[in-house]
């Protein structure tokens, strides 16, 4: 099994479109897949402390926010469940074709790929701070690819135009649907003090 992880790992970063079709071709029922994004976002949430006590932040860029583990966990889970369900009906808007348990479990896989540039940012920030954020910014772009590709396989999209579409859409809708609850949510705490 490890020998299998690692080696699509491999194909991910390799051939993004391959590892994509391998992913579409596995049948996990809906529970694994929530298990499986659920393991992924509190491992990248523990790995993200991990960094930080190793490395703590200046106290004048420090973020109150990403100091408490739980609003951590929080934003970056429900972050991607609303990428998981944004992903599915904006694709299926655009023509897509995805089963919902194929974009889950692809997401699941992209947060675990997520977590290997985490610990590989950590043992890179120990021998070169400056390559370390060079390989963050890197892995950044190229996991927009991975993503489009993911989506281009996952829908049966013929151009990658529309996996970007799927993408910008869904962020918009994202950063729309956190802006009108932030503006809620802080209206309300202003009115309770």
């Not at 790992?9 to 994004?37: K, Y």
């Not at 860029?61 to 990428?83: A, E």
Request: proline share 4%; hydrophobic share 60%; charged share 10%.
């Amino acid at each position: 099994m490890n020998a299998q992880l690692t080696e699509l790992f491999w194909l991910t970063v390799r051939d993004p479109a391959q590892a994509a079709r391998i992913l579409c071709g596995v049948r996990l029922d809906r529970a694994t897949g929530w298990t499986i994004l659920a393991l992924a976002v509190i491992l990248n949430t523990l790995a993200y402390f991990g960094s930080i006590a190793l490395f703590p932040v200046p106290e004048e860029v420090n973020i109150p926010l990403f100091t408490k583990p739980f609003l951590v966990l929080t934003m970056l889970g429900s972050t991607t469940v609303i990428f998981v369900f944004a992903f599915y009906w904006v694709g299926h808007s655009l023509g897509g074709k995805a089963p919902f348990d194929t974009i889950l479990l692809m997401l699941g896989w992209l947060q675990f790929m997520r977590l290997a540039i985490q610990i590989g940012s950590v043992v890179l920030m120990t021998l070169a701070p400056a390559l370390s954020q060079l390989f963050v910014m890197a892995a950044g772009l190229y996991g927009l690819w991975v993503v489009l590709n993911f989506l281009k396989v996952a829908h049966d999209f013929e151009t990658l135009g529309k996996a970007a579409a799927v993408v910008v859409m869904s962020a918009l809708g994202l950063t729309v649907g956190l802006s009108v609850f932030l503006s809620l949510f802080t209206a309300t705490v202003i009115g309770m003090s």
